[in-house]
Structure formats: structure tokens, C-alpha cells
């Protein structure tokens, strides 16, 4: 089964930055695409940025100050984030599919406050 861990959460001030990274564990052989999504206090879970292949895919509000990256391992995604604001405040929930199937972290809570 195979299991993506999380880290880097944590509390920030507006306009710092933090890195979220994922690491994906288990018998899969090809993770096909990994990617970062969110979910806001009140909201539905959302897309923050994506890499399938050679195609990267960041959300209207994420590509100015997120970059999202891949190793060459192809089983590990991280997602730099840079003058956070109030509204980035979420549960951020890493993603991969491997073999048609979809799977989900547990999530790390990032918290952008005073």
C-alpha cells in the first residue's frame, strides 16, 4: 500500500514563506502525477498545484507566490510557498496517482497570522 507523508506545516506571519514537502513510500513503481491541494476553514477542498509529466499546473491564486516542485525520484513533491497571506491559512493535503488510483496525505496544517 502505498503511503504519502507530509511536513513542513506550521505557523507563519504574513509575507513569510514556508516549504511543504511529501514523500511517497510503498510498492509503486511510477508515481504518474503528484500535486498539493488545500482546504480552507469553511471550503471545499481545492487544486494549489500539480505536475503530471512535463505539465505543471498552479492554481489563479498560488502561481505568483508558489512554486511547486519534483524530484528526479519521482516520489517526492515539494511546494515552496512565499508571501503568505491570512487567506492561505489550510490544511494542505498532498496528492499523487499511481496506477489510476488516487491518494491522499493526511494532511499538514499551515496557519498565516500575526
Known amino acids: 500500500q502505498v503511503q504519502l507523508e507530509e511536513s513542513g506545516g506550521g505557523l507563519v506571519q504574513p509575507g513569510g514563506s514556508l516549504r511543504l514537502s511529501c514523500t511517497g513510500s510503498?510498492?509503486?513503481?511510477?508515481?504518474?502525477?503528484m500535486g498539493w491541494y488545500r482546504q480552507c476553514p469553511g471550503k471545499e477542498r481545492e487544486l494549489v498545484a500539480s505536475?503530471?509529466?512535463?505539465?505543471?499546473n498552479y492554481s489563479d491564486s498560488a502561481k505568483s507566490r508558489l512554486t511547486i516542485s519534483r524530484a528526479n525520484a519521482r516520489n517526492t513533491v515539494d511546494l515552496q510557498m512565499n508571501s503568505l497571506e491570512p487567506e492561505d491559512t489550510a490544511v494542505y493535503y498532498c496528492?499523487?496517482?499511481?496506477?489510476?488510483?488516487?491518494?491522499w496525505g493526511k494532511g499538514t496544517l499551515v496557519t498565516v497570522s500575526s
Open positions: 496528492y499523487a496517482k499511481i496506477g489510476g488510483e488516487n491518494v
Open positions: 510503498g510498492s509503486a513503481l511510477y508515481f504518474f502525477a
Open positions: 505536475i503530471t509529466g512535463a505539465t505543471i
